[in-house]
């Protein structure tokens, strides 16, 4: 039953996560209303298109994981009494997935990109692609940092559902 618990923690862990997404992509379309509003230079004017697409990705991200946590979490404690142990079977399966996923993803291409978008901004004297750079890192920063909190999350999800399976 303490597994059900801790399962039902983490997907609403999962959820909050999910409405963070959705708020750093409505601060992004903000930031570009603003800049299509009150951007008078170049480079602010250079920043719209960007920052839009960026908070557009985000909102969808965010509603996406949002819907499919919730959806998860309804049907969390009767695929439990189920069958509990295929339930544990198939999280340990699940959850090694996903942090192999944040290895591999998160954590190795996010910041090889940020590097080649760093690179980019001081060689390219083009408003539009330094603007492109500059919302790129923004973006998987923002990216970084939620996913790292989620690696955590389901690292001691997967502590306990390791534990608990023996």
Known sequence: M???KFAIEWTKD??????IFILFGILFISASIGFWQLGKTEIAKAFIYPTLVSGILLLM????FYFS???RLSNIES?????????????IVKTEKIMNSYENIAFKIFPAIIAIAAFL?????KAIWRAICITVIAFLTVLL?????ANA???NYHKELKQIKK
């Open 2 to 4: 303490e597994l059900l």
């Open 14 to 19: 999962e959820i909050f996560s999910s409405k």
């Open 61 to 64: 991200a965010g509603f996406g």
């Open 69 to 71: 946590n919730k959806s």
């Open 79 to 91: 695929n439990y009494s189920g069958n509990p142990s295929a339930f544990i079977e198939s999280e």
């Open 121 to 125: 901004i001081i060689s390219t004297d």
């Open 145 to 149: 940092v939620l996913d790292i909190n």
């Open 153 to 155: 999350r389901i690292k």
